[in-house]
Each structure stands twice: as structure tokens, then as C-alpha cells.
Nanobody, 123 residues
Framework: QVHLVESGGGSVQAGGSLRLSCVAS????????MAWFRQAPGKEREGVAA???????YYAEVVKGRFTIARDNAKNTLSLQMDNLEPEDTAVYYC?????????????????WGQGTQVTISS
């Protein structure tokens, strides 16, 4: 498994921006896909964006055009730039990783998870 640590959460007003980061350590020599998920109170965890080792990306419709996922394989880092934030984006955001090149927004596709970082958007 890969050990993941997120950072960058916080509180902003609607229309603002935040950038989340995730640092991976452990078995990072293999090619693995990474993703961001989020979970709002009382709701199921949902996939936000995914990226494979070669930089191919996949976004949930609700964030397409507003969020940008990126990774730096040399530094084993993952980021999520979130622009034009909405109150509905309020949630705990999680970084996830799993070996392989597939892109998925299903939580069951990932075996390694970070502890989460809170994002709160006020109207």
C-alpha cells in the first residue's frame, strides 16, 4: 500500500479557489493511478477526479471545468486545483491511490487512502 497525506483544505467563500495537495510514500516505484474523492455529511463518498501515471485525467461532471487534477511523478505528489467553488463542494476531500493505469471514480477501485482534509465553502 501507499501512504497518503493530504493538505490544503480550508474555508473560502463561493466563487473562490483552493488547492489541495497529497504526498505519497511507500511502494511508489510501480505505476499507480490516483484520485480525489469527497464526502459530505450524510452523503456517500463520491469520486471527483482521477489521473493515471501518464497524466490521463477523468472528471466527475459536477466539477468538470472548475477542478484540475495533476501529479508530479518525480515528487510523488498529487494536486487538485479547485476554482469557482460552490457551497455544494463542501466536504472532506480524500486522496486515493492504487496500482495500475485504469481511471476510476469508484471508491472500490482504490486500496490506499489519506486521512482527508476539510473544505468548507460559504455562500
Amino acid at each position: 500500500q501507499v501512504h497518503l497525506v493530504e493538505s490544503g483544505g480550508g474555508s473560502v467563500q463561493a466563487g473562490g479557489s483552493l488547492r489541495l495537495s497529497c504526498v505519497a510514500s511507500g511502494y511508489t516505484n510501480s505505476k499507480y493511478s490516483m484520485a480525489w474523492f469527497r464526502q459530505a455529511p450524510g452523503k456517500e463518498r463520491e469520486g471527483v477526479a482521477a489521473i493515471n501515471y501518464f497524466g490521463t485525467t477523468y472528471y466527475a461532471e459536477v466539477v468538470k471545468g472548475r477542478f484540475t487534477i495533476a501529479r508530479d511523478n518525480a515528487k510523488n505528489t498529487l494536486s487538485l486545483q479547485m476554482d469557482n467553488l460552490e457551497p455544494e463542494d463542501t466536504a472532506v476531500y480524500y486522496c486515493a491511490a492504487d496500482e495500475g493505469l485504469r481511471l476510476s471514480l469508484l471508491a472500490t477501485a482504490y486500496g490506499s487512502w489519506g486521512q482527508g482534509t476539510q473544505v468548507t465553502i460559504s455562500s
